[in-house]
Structures are given as structure tokens and as C-alpha cells.
């Protein structure tokens, strides 16, 4: 069974569907695996690096996609190269609902048995695939290293002989992995830092960090049959004040919401920056679904009066060794699921074999993909 990983082609995408150390694991399962040339260049593994670690190195897209059985890349297909998958074939990349309409119905066409990165489970057994975990690590890890370097004051306590230099405070909206990961990052720089969640159950996954949780205690209400009741409205309402006053006093704050499938929900509005310390910074991990903050512009720098706001898209791209050896990882976990003597094995009774296929037999299996596809066609 032969697997391809082409080159990325997207702009910025610096990441590669393999590394040296999962070649060989890819070998293993009785994998031959091919790599377009140059293909882990900017991911800081060259050529020689993959071959000497098992992989046949092709001279461009069309020998290396040749007779592949798998094809493995970061970024979804572009149309062109979607329509060059050999026919039958399947595929294993990030497939967001972004993707264009005419690439999904290409896989559709070509009957190419499509598994995404966004789809696999989130359960025990799976954890080894979930390059959503990973890469949102790194994502969090690097939004508060920009983040501090665009600061005009540095993070730490400083005790110098000019006086004492106080700590930056940084302000973390959301406690998934992300957030996790920039509340650690915070705090090894020295921050103080606080953070909210709408889910209060990670509270104690905060404070574990060092961090401050922000919000108020839960309102203690039984509703009928012992279920607990919705919060009321003066509840809420001093909900998001609180949360506005810890932004406003912030230095630096991080927003990591996001719902699959649909727009980033606003954390942080126009009103609430405008009562931004001067010189604070924003760094909007959301702005590639559009942006946590009101006035985000994805893939920009925007500045209102004295703060500014990153919107930066696919910050792992800018890590891009230590993104691809994870990513790497979590696709060998995921192909040694479904091969199994050297052949695909798709049994889609099986929680992850099923959940994480998006196209198979001519057909969108995911409802968000082929909802957003259906979208996508009737703009057309």
C-alpha cells in the first residue's frame, strides 16, 4: 500500500504531513511511503532527512500522488489538486467547513474516502489522533509569546535598582486547550493572569496553572424534577460586566473561542476596547472563523486608539518543526487505526472509523460538511 504527501500549497502553511520519526512507524504497517521533494523543507526536515528515514522522495505532484492508495496532507485539497487524486483513493488532512464547495463534491465525484482531522471523536481511545489538541497547543503556546513581544512593557515582576517593576496582567477568555496552554505560558513568563470560561467546570483546571478564574459563583437554583434552573437575566448581566472589567484592566488578552462549524461567538466588543488600557494587545485565536473580538480583521494587524488587535491565522504554521512532529503523530495514530496487514480496514461501526469520515462511496457522511457544501453550491 502506497501513501503520498504532497507539498502544502497554501500561503503560510509552513507545516508537513510527516516527520522522520513517524516514517518509520508509517513503514511498519507495511506502508511505502512517498514525499513530494521539498515537501518538509520549511518544517525543517529536508529531503535527505526523509529518506534516510525510510521515505522514496518523487520529483512532483504527479509521481508522488502515482498509484497512492493514501494521500496525507495539512491543508485540504485545492481543486487541482483534488481532481489529481487517483480515483478510489483515501485521504487524510484537516477539513474544515470552509472548504470549497467544488473541492468536496471533487472528492465526491472521485469517490476519494476522506477522513478529517476536525471529526475524530474526542474519547480516551482517540486521544493519539487529536490533531485539533495538538495544534491548538502550539497555538496557544505562540499567541502569548506575539502577544508579549508586541507588549510596550514586559510581563514579569522585576525587582531592579531603578524600583519595582510590576507584573503585566493577561487576561485568558476560554479554557480549552488553547487557553490552557497560554495560561501556562503566561505564568512561566511571569504574568499575572486570570481566566473565564463558560464551562465554570474547568475552574479547578485554571487554578491548577497559578491562574485567577474569573466569574461568579453559579446561582444555587432548583427548578422542577430537581433539575437545576437557567441563570436569570440580572445573573448574566453581572456576568459580562465582570468579565468587561477584568478586559478593560488587562495588558494582554487572549481569546480561544470557537464552535465547530460556525462563526467565532463576540467575547470582547467595540465598546469594551475602547475602555482598553493604552498600549494593551489582543491576540484573537478565533479570527480564522472570524474573531472573538468585534473588531478583528483575520489575517491582520488592526490598531483602535492606543490597542492593538492580532488576528493572525494558523499560528502552528509558524512553529512549524515542532507543529508537523505532533501532527505527524496524531496520522500515524490515526492510519495505524485503519490499516491493518497493510490494507485499509473501514469498519464505520467503529466510533472512530466512522465519526472521522467525512466522504466515502460518492457521498458527504458529515452533516456540518455537507450542509456547508449545500450553502456553498446555492450561493454559487
Not at 465582570?242 to 464552535?259: H, Y
Not at 490499516?339 to 467525512?358: M, P, Q, R, W, Y
Amino acid at each position: 500500500m502506497r501513501v503520498a504527501v504532497p507539498s502544502e500549497t497554501v500561503d503560510g502553511e509552513r507545516r508537513v504531513a510527516v516527520s522522520p520519526d513517524s516514517i518509520p512507524r508509517l513503514r511498519a504497517l507495511g506502508l511505502e511511503v512517498w514525499v513530494q521533494a521539498g515537501a518538509g523543507v520549511e518544517a525543517g526536515f529536508p529531503d535527505t532527512n526523509l529518506k534516510d528515514a525510510g521515505a522514496e522522495i518523487a520529483p512532483d505532484l504527479v509521481s508522488c500522488l502515482k498509484g497512492a492508495d493514501l494521500v496525507c496532507k495539512v491543508q485540504p485539497p485545492s481543486l487541482s489538486e483534488a481532481q489529481a487524486l487517483p480515483e478510489g483513493s483515501a485521504l487524510i488532512c484537516f477539513l474544515p467547513t470552509s472548504t470549497p464547495p467544488d473541492v468536496l463534491n471533487v472528492l465526491v465525484k472521485r469517490h476519494i474516502t476522506a477522513f478529517s482531522f476536525e471529526l475524530v471523536p474526542r474519547i480516551s481511545r482517540a486521544q493519539a489522533m487529536d490533531a485539533l489538541s495538538s495544534q491548538a497547543s502550539i497555538g496557544g503556546y505562540k499567541a502569548v509569546l506575539i502577544g508579549a513581544a508586541r507588549l510596550p512593557k514586559i510581563l514579569p515582576l522585576q525587582m531592579t535598582a531603578a524600583g519595582t517593576i510590576a507584573p503585566a496582567r493577561v487576561m485568558v477568555m476560554g479554557a480549552g486547550v488553547a487557553g490552557l496552554q497560554a495560561i501556562a505560558t503566561a505564568r512561566r513568563l511571569g504574568a499575572v493572569v486570570e481566566a473565564t470560561d463558560v464551562r465554570s467546570a474547568v475552574r479547578e483546571e485554571v487554578q491548577s496553572l497559578g491562574a485567577t478564574f474569573v466569574g461568579l459563583e453559579l446561582e444555587a437554583q432548583e427548578g422542577e424534577g430537581g433539575y437545576a434552573r437557567e441563570q436569570s437575566e440580572e445573573f448574566l448581566a453581572r456576568q459580562r460586566e465582570l468579565i468587561a472589567q477584568r478586559v478593560e484592566q488587562s495588558d494582554l488578552v487572549i481569546t480561544t473561542a470557537a464552535v465547530p462549524g460556525r462563526r467565532a461567538p463576540i467575547l470582547i466588543t467595540k465598546e469594551m476596547v475602547s475602555r482598553m488600557r493604552a498600549g494593551a494587545v489582543i491576540v484573537d485565536l478565533a479570527a480564522d472563523t472570524g474573531g472573538n473580538c468585534e473588531l478583528t480583521s483575520p489575517g491582520e494587524e488592526v490598531r483602535v486608539g492606543d490597542v492593538v488587535i492580532l488576528g493572525w491565522r494558523n499560528l502552528p504554521a509558524t512553529v512549524p518543526t515542532t507543529a508537523s512532529q505532533m501532527l505527524a503523530r496524531n496520522l500515524a495514530a490515526i492510519a495505524g487505526h485503519l490499516i491493518a496487514d497493510g490494507k485499509l480496514v473501514l469498519d464505520f461501526d467503529d466510533e472512530i472509523t466512522g465519526g472521522s469520515c467525512a466522504v466515502h462511496d460518492g457521498e458527504i457522511r458529515n452533516q456540518l460538511l455537507r450542509e456547508a457544501a449545500q450553502v456553498g453550491q446555492a450561493k454559487a
